[in-house]
Every structure is written in C-alpha cells, then in structure tokens.
C-alpha cells in the first residue's frame, strides 16, 4: 500500500475513528447524526474473519476447521457479508403547499329582449315582466345552492376566499411545528446516545498524557465515553491497596502488586511503563469527567487474563490454566478451579469498589473462551458435555460460564454499576437451554460471528432483555496495520469500514431492527510493541 494512503486517515476528513480514523467515528456524519433520522435496519452481518483473539482482533483468525463433534446442532454458519453500506437519510423540511379551490360562480346574467318600436299594451307588458322577474328569482334560487359567491355577494365570496386561505395557512403551520418537533425529538434521541471510543490500555500501557489527548479529541468529536481497558492480557491498573482476602487465604498489597507487575511483564514488557497508578487513574477520570467524558473500565475475564494467570501462580495457586485436552490456554481461567476463580472474583469485587462513584459502566469482558487453546471453539467446548457426556468435555463447563457471568454482574451492581460485556459467549449457538443470563448486562455487540463460530443473533439478545451498544467490527483498528496486506483490521479496512457502515448497521440483527444505546469504536493493541503515534491518529 502507497505511503500516502496512510496519511488518510483524519478525524476531520471521516468524522470516524478508533483513536485514528476511529475517534474520528462519525457519530456527526452516520446514521446518527442526520437530524430526523428514520433508522434503516440493515442486516449487518460482519465481514468474514479468520480466527481472533478477542472482539479484539487478532491475526490468528484462519485456523483448523472445528471439530465436527464439537458442534452438537448443526451450528449454523455465518455467512456474513460486508455491511450495507446504506446512508440514512434525513428527514427533509418538505411542506405541501396547499392550493386553492376556485370556485366557479355560475353568472346570474340572463338576457332579456327589449320589446320593439311597436306599441305594446301595459297588461301584455306586465305579464312579461312577470314571467321575467320570476325566472331570474328561480335561477338565484339555484345558484345560492350551487354556490356561495354571487356576483351580487362579491364581498362574502373574498370572505370564503380568505378564510380558506386562512385554514390552509393553519394546517401549514401545524405540519411544520409537527416536523420541527419530530426533528427536535430525533435530535435528543441522537444526542442521548452513547458515542464511545475504546483504548486498549491492558495489552499496551499508554501515559495519563497520551489518554488525556484521547479523552481531549472525543471531547472535540462529541464523543461521550472512554472505554478504557485496564485488564486485557495485561493487567495494567494498580490500586494502592491490592490487598485480598480469598476463602482462608490472605495475600498482602505487596505481594499481590509484585505478581501482578511480573505477570503483565510476561505478557509484554513495555518499555514505556508497565501500569497506572490510584491517583494517576483517580486524576483522569477528574479529567475527563471536567471534559464531560465518562469513563468506562473494563478488567476482562475469564479469558484474556494472561497477567492475572501468571500472578495467581506466583502467588501459589495451582493450575488456574485451563486445560483443553493436554493444551493450557495462556490466557483463560479454568472454571473447575475454585480458587482461581474465587481469586479472580475477589479482584473485580475490588476494581468495581475503586470505580464505584467514579463511573456509570463496568465492563466484565466475558469474550472469547481459550481460543488460544482451542482453535477459537471455547464455548462449544464448555457446551458439549451435555450433547456428548463422558467424553471429556468440561462437565456441566457452560452452566458455570453462566453463574460464573452472572456472579460478576451481581458483584459489578452491588457497587452501583452497570455490567457490560462483550457479545460472543452469551447464548452461544443460540442456545438457551444451559440457564439465562443476567438481563442487565448491557451486550456490546461486536461480531455476528464467523465460520464455525456461531454467536447468538442481536435480535435474541434485545429479546433477552439486554441493552445493545453497537460495537461493530467494521469499526476496528489494530495500531501497527497501517495499510491493506498488514493483517485483519488495518487502518485502510477501518477507515472503509467507518465510511461504508452506518451506527444503526448492528451485526446479525435478522432482520428486525433492533435497538440501541449507542455506538462504540475500538483501537487496538493485539501488537503491544507496535507504537503509538499521536499523528497517525488523529490528524
């Protein structure tokens, strides 16, 4: 790809981004930002992917075909196609301009003969006039019924005239204080939206400079949030208190933040930093909160929890890994292992407790189960047992997944926030049979699936009760793909995308138009080491 097509990507030129193009996200310039937007529904089913990493992308998306033991019905495959690429239309302030009903007067003229020069008796005279008077009567008679303006009543006639001039006038200026409140009303609709950028701070460590530029630009862009992943793969957030309490074991501050700190290290080094500090995080949510830019945390898990892993081994937990048939996923817990869990619950319980009062959402994550491990078919994997028992599956695996999910939104709102998580894992297959999700958890939709990867449809999880934000794929950018041929969601891939799909284009709607609360964007970090560049990204 051409250097300068790199150089494209500009917030001002797309209104589109995801912390390049894509903080530019063009909440103006999409479907969201026409005043008087009728929503097309369009059955956005995402571009064909190889395997991820995570709703996240990765470049590991084309890999073995699943095992067919592993899909207990016939899962249906994908077939996803590049989203519609229609532009929502705005309502426009057409008035019809009435017209006037003209009225025909019939004419009361009739003509009379006047009698000749020969004398004419006055009784002959008379009766003419007679048989005259009475004709000319009879014909008003008639006209008065057809019509209400006579030439003898020229002046009611402009009455009716104006008065109908009058009503038509009034009946204009109802239809345009009806679309101005109809516009008025989709303007604050618009604006109640969530306009989300999402930084991916887990994987990459980036400054409290760095993240204050970004909140400063989707301050300037009209975004409203900052999705903020402080725990993906890495675990690049520290509390000054990481003291923990788990069943009868008690791990003090320092140790925890030494296994943590080594774990993210682990995971990548980077030689920038390796995590935010209380008072660094305390003064950016201030920050943006000055700007009126929220913040949105996210500490992911089960899966993408490489750092968190690694620290429960130091710290003395056995096998928190789990374990696919002899092959350990680096970055997924085991279920089984209730220690490892309890660990891993006891930190959210402490992220959510900081966040409490600082923030409105917290993301839990819930993406992606041991795809390392398992060629991306983690849930089907937790899912088999109960079509294939005894076989080795994870007994009963997605029946906890779900208590599991369900155990960290009850921690998230007993802090006062909202559970979010990432779409995959939630009724996957379509599948509801296993037990039901907890219905707040706010579904970020960012994937309608591959193939072999078959996610539960947009329209099954609003029917669930969950609140939809718009995460959608086509949206993504990973920093380091700068141009077409350097992986899956490259910069050029991103940039077509945000130009080409619409905020209302949510994956795998089938068909129904499905609502939302918003939009979300995501710049990602899938190569730790690749660098930032302030430039590259907003221009």
Known sequence: MKHEKQQRFSIRKYAVGAASVLIGFAFQAQAVAADGVTPTTTENQPTIHTVSDSPQPSENRAEETPKSELQPEAPKTVETETPSTDKVTSLSKTEEKPQEEVSSTPSDKEEVVSPTSAPVEKETADKKAEEIIPKKEELKETDSKESNTDKTDKPEADKGKSAKKDET?????????????????TENEKLAKRKIVSIDAGRKYFSPEQLKEIIDKAKEYGYTDLHLLVGNDGLRFML?????????????????????????????????????????????????????????????SPGHMDAILNAMKELGIENPNFDYFGKKSERTV??????????????????????????????????EY???????????????????????????????????????????????????????GIYYNS????????????????????????????????????????????????????AD???????????????????????????????????????????????????????
Do not use: C
């Not at 891993?344 to 917290?362: C, H, Q, W």
């Open 169 to 185: 006038k009034v009946v204009a200026d109802k239809q345009e204080t009806e679309a101005g409140k109809e516009r008025a009303a």
């Open 240 to 300: 000054d208190d990481m003291s923990m309490k788990v069943g009868d074991k008690t791990y003090s501050s320092d140790d925890v933040k030494r296994a943590i700190e080594n774990g993210t290290n682990a995971y990548y080094n980077d030689p920038n930093g390796n995590h935010l500090t209380e008072s660094q995080m305390t003064d950016l949510i201030n920050y943006a909160k000055d700007k009126g830019i929220g913040v949105i945390p996210t500490v992911n």
């Open 334 to 367: 085991d279920l089984n292992n209730k220690q490892a869990v309890d660990f891993t619950k006891t930190l959210i319980d402490k992220y959510a407790n900081y966040f409490s009062n600082k923030s409105e959402i917290f993301n839990i994550g819930l993406d």
């Open 370 to 424: 041991a795809n390392d491990a398992t060629n991306a078919k983690g849930w089907s994997v937790l899912q088999a047992d109960k079509y294939y028992p005894n076989e080795g599956y994870p007994e009963k695996g997605y029946e906890k997944f779900i208590s599991y999910a369900n155990d960290l939104a009850h921690i998230v709102k007993s802090h006062g926030l909202k559970p979010m998580a990432f779409n995959d």
């Open 431 to 482: 599948d509801t049979s296993f037990g039901s999700f907890d219905k707040d958890i706010i579904v970020s939709m960012w994937t309608g699936g591959w193939g072999g990867y078959d996610v539960a449809s947009s329209k099954l999880l609003a029917e669930k009760g969950h609140q939809i934000l718009n995460t959608n794929d086509a949206w993504y950018y990973v920093l380091g793909r700068n």
């Open 485 to 539: 041929g350097q992986g899956w969601y490259n910069l050029d891939q991103g940039l077509n995308g945000i130009k080409n799909t619409p905020i209302t284009s949510v994956p795998k709607t089938e068909g129904a138009d499905v609502p939302i609360i918003g939009g979300m964007v995501a710049a990602w970090a899938d190569t730790p080491s690749a660098r930032y560049s302030p430039s590259r990204l907003f221009h």
